[in-house]
């Protein structure tokens, strides 16, 4: 099945600064790569993903980008807001198992904007 | 976009009952509907995975005979944790699938046994 590391766990940053969440996965069939924010006691919100044929993808402050060659993608968030203090969690398919749609998640960043 | 819903949004049992959640997506049909649990500060953890008309697919370590899910149409899909123990308290979180990669979340049951 699909490994997913992330890193780090926990993540504090100044109001205005910039976060970076790095993930690395282990099925190089891997294609489609979301990153989801929860807040406490809701539910895990899409917010932005990326599929394999392109190395970068950016929403406004939020951005993807893609290595399939080192296989890690990494979720950047600029000029953070206080509201943007959530966990974040980095998933990926199980391509090679026969399981297309099924996610494994990473551990999760539970990260802190400070004002 | 797509929306799920859940209910209970949380339940408290006594140890040895059975709850039942249910799933159901709103505005499109989920061919697919995976169900989580999440316990504090930990990432989901996924159960199984259950297709509309056909057993669900279980995660090992996850007893089938324990965790009873029903996907019986289009848009619902129940999970029934029977006699239920205090390690059984968690946040159960269901997702549905439409056609593609995405992942449409529930609300989540929050889940407590006494």
């Known amino acids: 099945g699909e490994n997913v590391e992330q890193h780090p766990s926990t993540l504090s940053v100044q109001e205005g600064d910039s976060a970076v969440i790095k993930c690395t996965y282990s099925?190089?069939?891997?294609?489609?790569f979301p990153w989801y924010k929860q807040e406490l006691g809701k539910r895990p919100q899409l917010i932005i993903d990326?599929?394999?044929?392109?190395g970068e993808k950016k929403d406004q402050r939020i951005a993807v980008t893609l290595n399939k060659t080192a296989k890690h993608f990494s979720l950047h968030i600029t000029e953070t807001q206080p509201e943007d203090s959530a966990v974040y969690f980095c998933?990926?398919?199980?391509?090679?198992?026969?399981?297309?749609?099924?996610?494994?998640f990473g551990s999760g960043t539970q990260l802190t904007v400070l004002p | 976009g797509a929306v799920v819903s859940q209910h209970p949004s949380w339940v408290i049992c006594k140890s040895g009952t059975s709850v039942k959640i249910e799933c159901r997506s709103l505005d499109f049909q989920a061919t697919t509907m995976f169900w989580y649990r999440q316990f504090p500060k930990q990432s989901l953890m996924l159960m199984a995975t259950?297709?509309?008309?056909?057993?669900?697919?279980?995660e090992q370590g996850v007893e089938k005979d324990k965790f009873l899910i029903n996907h019986a149409s289009l848009t619902l899909s129940t999970l029934t944790v029977t006699s239920a123990h205090p390690e059984d308290s968690s946040f159960y979180i269901c997702?549905?699938?439409?056609?593609?990669?995405?992942?449409?979340f529930g609300p989540g049951t929050r889940l407590t046994v006494t």
């Open positions: 998933a990926a398919p199980a391509i090679s198992s026969g399981s297309a749609r099924q996610l494994t």
């Open positions: 259950s297709n509309e008309g056909s057993k669900a697919t279980y």
């Open positions: 997702s549905g699938v439409a056609g593609g990669f995405e992942q449409y």
């Open positions: 099925d190089s069939a891997s294609n489609y």
């Open positions: 990326i599929r394999s044929n392109v």
